[in-house]
């Protein structure tokens, strides 16, 4: 998918006329505006000292809000930028392992939810989160979000499993394609195996496969293309790609102790 992605609110931010620029050419040319926001208490302080509001006025006031727009975090966000992202359409990768790796607090999902923030489920990145994984963030989510004030009532297995498909179709704008099964839409499909030991004791299937260990999965379609047979990627060497990625994990860190 083509998108645009910026990073303005940190001390290598880009320039506001460019932030303004960028929307403008990615609206021209049709294609979705990504960068992430109020993802630490750090960023809301820069945005306030160098642009004298917070981060969510800063991305309005450079046109970085609407149904184009995607943002990864919006962890520390009040009622207002929440009731804004919803007037707008702006959507959320809410990105739970990530947050708690670096500490960095808990998105208001719940309320973003109820004020109808279209959210999905992100993984970020490798530089903090070494698990790249869906299910940690299925499972993550529900209980991350517990543990803010809305307590047990936060999020249910079905809603965890809700934002890991269909939100992630809505957040990039897709929901017409993907993220659910219905006539008409690519065939994207994953069948994971609920007979193990690991769910044996769990009765309701998509309670066993958000709050359970990982299941194994024994098929996955992109667009009606098998790509992932009994948990085997069909589609490239794992193994060599396992092989190549350890080597330049060592020369990078190599590298970087390097004077």
Known sequence: MTQIAVAPCSPFSVSTELMRYGAEL????????????????????????????GPTDYFESTGWLGEDVWMAHCVHMNDSDIAAFA????????CPSSNARLAAG????????????????GVDGTASNESGELHTELRNALLVNRLGPHRETALNARQALRLGTYGGAQVLGRASEIGSLEPGKLADLVLWRMDTLAHASIPDPVTALTFGAP??????????????????????????????TRHQAHRLAKIATQP
């Open 215 to 244: 299941a194994p999965i024994t098929a996955s379609f992109v667009n009606g293309h098998q790509i992932v047979a009994d948990g085997a990627l069909l589609t490239a060497d794992e193994p060599t790609i396992a092989q190549t």
């Open 106 to 121: 808990i998105a208001r999902v719940p309320d973003m939810l109820a004020a109808g923030v279209p959210v999905g489920l």
């Open 26 to 53: 990615a609206r021209s040319l049709g294609v979705r505006l990504h960068t992430h926001g109020s993802e630490t208490v750090e960023e809301e302080k820069f945005c306030r000292e160098r642009f004298g509001m």
């Open 87 to 94: 007037r707008s359409g702006t959507g959320v990768a809410h």
